[in-house]
């Protein structure tokens, strides 16, 4: 990077800047049309830039007592008021789905699936495949080569077959950049393969990639996950969006330089991003909140960004604990109070006021749904990114 970059960048990193650029991607018109003089009152209820979290198995083994009937009660509550999308942590992985050959299982992912659509939380499918050898089932290592293919092909069309209608968007084949058992035993050509599998079982599924190592410092497999998006592009793999797993701890740590210079040239391919496994757990409680501080206002004042999603909440049930937004009785850590106020006090709209002479009631607010209340009376609406203002009459 040359020093003329570097300023371009250090630019960009203003807080000045990134909040103008927030202001601007993430933000449009809102008017109230109504009685002069009226009260208004504004209230958001939901952001349309989606905020999420993994769903561990437990939240759905209702035989296993790893989570308490009182903890799963709180588990629902902070995730259906704190997240807008939710991804599987490991029910959707083919090793939990297919532990024995031929016995396919979904019932836990149909589960968390099912808890989600209750909370109207939306969620993303990972992931179909899994490159690293630790990660592939022994009776699957077994195989020869021709019955290989056609397991591939039957979870390929059956993960997303099953799952049509509910989940759209998939992690076709996971870590590709540090794994490679698939291509190894089959050739580079079985990605592309896989990709067209799936979209048999669903046409309209989105397929993306996902890796790590793209956004800590030094980001060691950045330029491998740059040339290995081009090259898929290029071989006609339908990838329809990328997947940065946000991990950062010691010794990978983010820079906001770092995240903004990647994000940046990934967005050359002009296809949406998301921040599929963001975790902080990097140092002291303390230390782990000013690193969210530090790079979430860089993910969210990105215009390629359209999710960031945690790599769960609760320390009860997560891969490292001592990273989680929430402790096991349920106090939330100083992370979890940085989320809260980022999320829902600096992104978030609510305002009230009284209409003019003419009526009129107006503000910039953010993306998402609301309720309005003006002349004791209340309507829902949704002022979306796509049409950038809306105008709502309470008569």
Known sequence: MTNADREQIAAKLTPSAIQERIGQLRMGKLAVQTKPGADVEVRQVRHEFLFGTAVTNALAEQASDAMAAVDRKLFLKILGENFNCAVHENALKWYDCEKQDGVVDYSVADRIWELCQELNIPMRGHCIFWEKDKYV????????????????????????????????????????????????????????????????????????????????????????????????????????????????????????????????????????????????????????????????????????????????????????????????????????????????????????????????????AFFGDYEIRANGKTQKATLSKKDKSLQVTIN
């Open 137 to 364: 089932m022994p009776w699957l290592r077994q195989l020869d080569n021709d019955r290989l293919r056609l397991a591939i092909k039957r979870r390929a069309i059956g993960v997303t077959e099953h799952f049509k209608g509910r989940i759209r968007e998939f992690d076709l084949n996971n870590e590709m950049i540090n794994g490679e058992f698939f291509r190894r035993r089959l050739g580079y050509g079985i990605v592309n393969e896989m990709a067209w599998m799936a979209k048999t079982g669903n046409p309209d599924i989105i397929l993306c990639v996902n890796d790590y190592g793209i956004l800590t410092d030094g980001g060691f497999n950045a330029d491998s996950y740059i040339d290995q998006i081009q090259n898929l592009l290029d071989s006609g793999v339908p990838i329809g969006g990328i997947g940065c797993q946000g991990h950062s701890s010691v010794p990978m740590n983010m820079s906001a330089e770092h995240v903004q210079s990647t994000l940046d040239t990934l967005s050359e391919f002009h296809l949406p991003i998301k921040i599929t496994e963001c975790l902080f757990d990097v140092g002291d409680e303390r230390t782990q909140a000013e690193e969210m501080r530090k790079i979430f206002p860089v993910y969210f004042a990105h215009p390629a960004i359209e999710a960031i999603v945690m790599w769960g909440f609760w320390a009860g049930s997560h891969w490292r604990p001592w990273s989680a937004l929430w402790r096991t009785d349920w106090t939330p850590t100083p992370q979890g109070l940085a989320y809260r106020d980022l999320v829902f006090n600096q992104w978030w709209t609510q305002a009230s006021g009284k209409a003019d002479a003419s009526g009129k009631f107006q503000l910039d």
